[in-house]
């Protein structure tokens, strides 16, 4: 069974940095897609970034893109975000994703998941 465990969450002022990790253990040899999401009190779980294992590709939502940038090492099983001029509209539970199948812009594409970190932008 994959377990995802999330880790760099915190609180910042909008403009700051933060750094996420995702650590996968168990199985990770079936997790080809790994994503983050993230979902704000009172909204819906949405798409932030993911990533290919094998041959890299990225991809990322229009809100991020040019302030996040989501990497991985192969070697620690290990996936980042780091996110760059943040605001306060990216408050939010953070979450890790994977799977093995296809890319997918919808939470309903990837079945394993972590716990969430918490991001709170202060304005």
């Known amino acids: 069974q994959v377990q995802l465990v999330e880790s760099g969450g915190g609180l910042v002022q909008a403009g700051g940095s933060l750094a996420l990790s995702c650590a996968a253990s168990g199985g990770t040899s079936s997790v080809y897609i790994m994503a983050w999401f993230r979902q704000a009190p009172g909204k819906e779980r949405e798409f932030v970034a993911a990533?290919?294992?094998?041959?890299?590709?990225?991809y990322y939502a229009d809100s991020v893109k040019g302030r996040f940038t989501i990497s991985r090492d192969n070697a620690k099983n290990t996936m980042y975000l780091q996110m760059n001029s943040l605001k306060p509209e990216d408050t939010a539970l953070y979450y890790c994703?994977?799977?093995?199948?296809?890319?997918?812009?919808?939470?309903?594409?990837?079945?394993?998941w972590g716990q969430g970190t918490q991001v709170t932008v202060s304005s």
């Open positions: 994703a994977g799977t093995r199948g296809s890319i997918s812009l919808s939470a309903l594409g990837y079945p394993y």
């Open positions: 990533i290919t294992w094998g041959v890299i590709r990225t």
